[in-house]
């Protein structure tokens, strides 16, 4: 299958495309982000990298004819799991969080949690591809990306905002003068993960009083999550402030300790040679 046919995108306006991968039909398909920069461009998640997105944007022209546009696109992963990372090796710059940068370089399967199965490829990338098969190549960050720091895309600026919790390295990237906040899986409109190897209750409370605190601010009107669809600032609120109060309580407590266990257990036995 090409690259042409694996992935589909739709324009947001304003430079900003919204990018999928068609035939990876699972709630754990993460929303690719591609943002047009005069100075510099910028994809923020990868996706799977069961085919080639740097194919697919150029093949779609994407980020236009420039000749200005000097810069290599830049791939930056929200964090290390395998939705956001598995396709950062096909990039020549690649950001991450320096809490993960490790994992990545490592090829480590299990933090960056590798857990795909054949039933969720609806159509095969290649004959006989199998999803026991699969593995997040390792690659060396370019970026090393830490709280404050400022990606200059030259019309449009994103500011790193660290928000652990879902994993150590969990970032948000937010654009200040347009009010967006892409959001990775720090927050999206479904139930939120603390139960992960790496994740960590506590960091999570903090980073959605974060999140909570931007809205009161009014810092954002709309979210772009690493999962399903964008919303607005008061959904973003009510999420925070929900899982705020419900990690607090000893039922989402012990749950969170016997899925974290489960994990554990699973993702060791299915990546046995990983850095962990």
């Excluded at 720091?149 to 970032?171: A, E, K, W, Y």
């Amino acid at each position: 299958m090409s690259a042409v046919d694996w992935y589909a995108h739709k324009s947001l306006g304003d430079g900003i495309f919204w990018i999928q991968e068609r035939f990876y039909q699972s709630e754990n398909r993460a929303n690719i982000w591609l943002l047009r920069g005069t100075h510099q461009d910028v994809v923020i998640d990868t996706g799977l990298g069961l085919r080639s997105l740097p194919e697919y944007i150029d093949a779609k022209g994407l980020l236009g004819k420039d000749p200005q546009r000097k810069n290599p696109l830049l791939a930056i992963a929200t964090h290390a799991h395998f939705d956001h990372s598995g396709g950062l090796h096909q990039f020549q710059q690649v950001g991450v969080h320096s809490a993960e940068v490790d994992a990545l370089a490592n090829g480590d399967n299990f933090e960056t949690v590798t857990w795909l199965s054949d039933r969720e490829i609806a159509e095969a990338p290649s004959p006989g591809w199998r999803a026991r098969h699969y593995k997040v190549k390792a690659v060396q960050p370019t970026h090393i990306l830490q709280e404050g720091d400022v990606i200059n895309l030259g019309d449009r600026q994103l500011t790193v905002l660290h928000m652990p919790g879902h994993s150590r390295g969990s970032i948000c990237l937010h654009d200040r003068d347009n009010k967006l906040l892409f959001s990775g899986d720090v927050v999206y409109d479904g139930a939120m993960i603390d139960w992960l190897p790496y994740s960590h209750v506590s960091d999570y409370i903090s980073s959605c009083e974060r999140l909570v605190g931007l809205v009161d601010s009014e810092q954002v009107d709309q979210v772009l999550p690493g999962h399903y669809n964008a919303f607005g600032a008061k959904r973003l609120h009510r999420l925070a402030s929900t899982y705020i109060s419900r990690a607090e309580t000893c039922p989402a407590k012990f749950s969170t300790f016997a899925w974290r266990s489960l994990a554990g257990v699973a993702l060791r036995v299915c990546n046995p040679r990983c850095a962990c």
